[in-house]
């Protein structure tokens, strides 16, 4: 026996050793930086999963704003253009960081400049973000592809509408993963990345397939007319790019070419005509599914509602009440859902109730809280509406010419600066037929197509023909142009005045 109560105790022992070890793993995820919850104020936030990560904690500084942009007054008194600070203060690492309108202990944005960032800290600063984010800004901080995950990561998550990577050519192949379907960026800045030819292949075929971007520049890389033609393919089958910027990028004629012949009309190819029949079969599919199945008469299979006790049927209640019309009618009545000999059930009652409940306790609700159901509602109208853009290969303004399907070209994009580059009279020639087939096309009425081209320090000659008459047109088709008055209007205003 006593042997026997050894090893009873020898057990417990051990199974009391066993649940220790269990109790100190639990406690060490407890202090992992991934099951931090967070409280809504994000410099305690981020200094807490900095030190759950054992990661020197980068301060944060609020970015200064001028006066004419945070609409504050300056205070009339001492001149304050300048302030002293430590000299060594610039070189030191920060994160500058922009705080929510309505909650200051939130941001909206956050800027690094000018020093390397870690994956391990994009990480900290990617758990410590609040849904108030919407814009990133690292500007040469040698991101690698381990922190472009991370910010993919950030993207999947958070409403991120603006991301600038600029000076980070270590991930200059890379960059297309961030115009995927998961992420929602409206505006996207890679200037000066060393992105060469190569590297557009895969970034055009990403804006093809894009439905969210407005704004892209790529500005000082090294794309050249092969990079040019690649993006022209992928504006082939994009309508929501409304900006592009591809200056100080080596372009020249064909290149340029390229991007004319997209703002005019498109010939279909092979594999094009095969996705648009797909598309139109695949359209009458899902409206003809929708429709109740006919007979070979004509008429609907489905019983109608309103007719349902009407012939035969009515008949045969008749009988089985012996004729009297009078308990027909109170059989009906009994028959009826949520009525009982004419009287609303209890459940009826009970569903009314609970909605005149549900309207009190909404109102108590608002007056409590004095303007919350006011806020609400401009909540809700400052929400983003999701924009449902029609497929190109569906267009309805088709010609069918010499055996080639033609559809409307991109009359999306509003601006395009080709400034800084190689472009002769030549490419000067292909703009020009651009513009003179948007004014003059009826394939798109009403969509006006590019309204600003900037086409500053290139190769032609100013003084050329088709330049002077493709300025001429640019300048009517500016939103913000005002026609000069004639002389005789003129005189009359000044008579007036």
């Known amino acids: 026996m006593a042997k026997k109560k050894e090893k009873n105790t020898a057990k417990e022992e051990t199974v009391q050793v066993v649940e220790g070890d269990v109790e100190e793993e639990e406690t060490h995820d407890d202090n992992s930086p991934e099951a931090y919850v967070l409280t809504g104020d994000y410099r305690a936030d981020y200094t807490e999963i900095c030190k759950r990560s054992d990661l020197s904690i980068i301060p944060l500084k609020l970015r200064a704003t001028s006066p004419a942009s945070s609409g504050t007054e300056v205070p009339?008194?001492?001149?304050?253009?300048?302030?002293?600070?430590?000299?060594?203060?610039?070189?030191?690492?920060?994160?500058?960081?922009?705080?929510?309108?309505?909650?200051?202990?939130?941001?909206?944005?956050?800027h690094i400049k000018g020093w390397k960032v870690s994956p391990q800290l994009l990480n900290a600063l990617s758990l410590a973000a609040p849904q108030s984010l919407n814009t990133i800004s690292l500007w040469r901080c040698g991101l690698t592809q381990e922190g472009l995950i991370v910010i993919v990561g950030m993207l999947t998550k958070l409403p991120i509408r603006n991301l600038l990577l600029d000076g980070n050519p270590q991930c200059a192949g890379e960059y297309y993963v961030l115009l995927s379907e998961e992420c929602n960026l409206s505006t996207l800045s890679l200037r000066s990345n060393k992105m060469r030819c190569e590297h557009m292949k895969q970034l055009g075929a990403a804006l093809a397939g894009n439905k969210s971007l407005t704004n892209l520049s790529l500005h000082n890389n090294n794309i050249g007319d092969v990079g040019a033609i690649h993006l022209a393919k992928g504006l082939r089958m994009n309508r929501t790019l409304l900006t592009l910027n591809l200056s100080a990028n080596e372009l020249s004629d064909s290149g340029t070419q390229a991007i004319s012949e997209v703002l005019t009309s498109l010939n279909l190819s092979h594999d094009e005509i095969v996705a648009r029949r797909k598309l139109i079969s695949e359209n009458k599919t899902s409206v003809t599914n929708d429709e109740p199945p006919t007979t070979p008469g004509g008429r609907s299979k489905e019983r109608p509602g309103s007719n349902s006790r009407t012939g035969s049927h009515t008949a045969l209640d008749k009988k089985g009440k012996g004729g009297a019309s009078g308990k027909g009618k109170k059989q009906d009545k009994m028959d009826k859902p949520g009525t009982k000999d004419g009287r609303k059930s209890d459940l009826g009652n009970k569903g009314k109730d609970d909605k005149r409940k549900g309207a009190t306790d909404s109102k108590k609700g608002n007056t409590k809280k004095g303007t919350a159901g006011k806020k609400y509602q401009e909540e809700k109208e400052q929400e983003p509406e999701v924009v449902e853009f029609q497929n190109p290969l569906l267009e309805a303004n088709m010609v069918e010419s010499e055996g080639s399907v033609v559809v409307p070209g991109n009359f999306a994009l509003t601006c395009l600066n080709l400034s800084n580059n190689a472009i002769t009279n030549t490419g000067v020639t292909a703009l020009y037929k651009a513009i003179h087939f948007q004014e003059n096309s009826s394939m798109k009425r009403g969509i006006k197509g590019l309204l600003r081209l900037i086409l500053k320090n290139n190769k032609f000659d100013v003084e050329s023909r088709h330049y002077t008459d493709l300025m001429d047109m640019m300048i009517r088709r500016d939103p913000f142009y005002e026609q000069p008055l004639l002389e005789e209007d003129h005189s009359n205003i000044t008579a007036q005045t």
């Not at 002293?84 to 202990?105: A, R």
């Open 76 to 110: 009339e008194g001492a001149p304050t253009t300048f302030v002293t600070k430590d000299k060594y203060c610039y070189l030191k690492p920060s994160i500058e960081i922009e705080s929510d309108d309505e909650n200051k202990d939130s941001i909206k944005s956050f």
